[in-house]
């Protein structure tokens, strides 16, 4: 549960928003901020802060709050 709170506050964090704006079904479009440059700047600060890096091939994936928590889980 800790980590998926700290992988909510450092997205939020990148999109510049509220961490209450950060819900396990948010995703890409679901506000404003997150775009698909947003979604670049998202992935950048999860695997710099949390010293992870995802597969290229999942990247795409990486498309929501709940796929990329379960993507970390599985890499870490």
Same mark, same amino acid.
């Given at each position: 549960?800790?980590?998926s709170n700290?992988?909510?506050e450092?997205?939020?964090?990148?999109?510049?928003?509220?961490?209450?704006?950060?819900t396990?079904?948010? +995703?890409?479009g +679901?506000?404003?901020?997150?775009d698909s440059?947003g979604?670049m700047?998202v992935i950048a600060?999860l695997?710099?802060?949390l010293d992870?890096?995802f597969?290229i091939?999942?990247?795409?994936e990486?498309?929501?709050?709940n796929a990329i928590?379960?993507?970390?889980?599985?890499?870490?």
């Amino acid at each position: 549960m800790r980590k998926s709170n700290n992988v909510r506050e450092i997205i939020a964090e990148a999109l510049n928003v509220s961490p209450d704006c950060i819900t396990d079904n948010l +995703g890409i479009g +679901g506000i404003p901020q997150w775009d698909s440059m947003g979604n670049m700047a998202v992935i950048a600060a999860l695997e710099e802060q949390l010293d992870i890096e995802f597969p290229i091939e999942d990247l795409f994936e990486l498309t929501s709050v709940n796929a990329i928590i379960e993507e970390i889980e599985k890499i870490s």
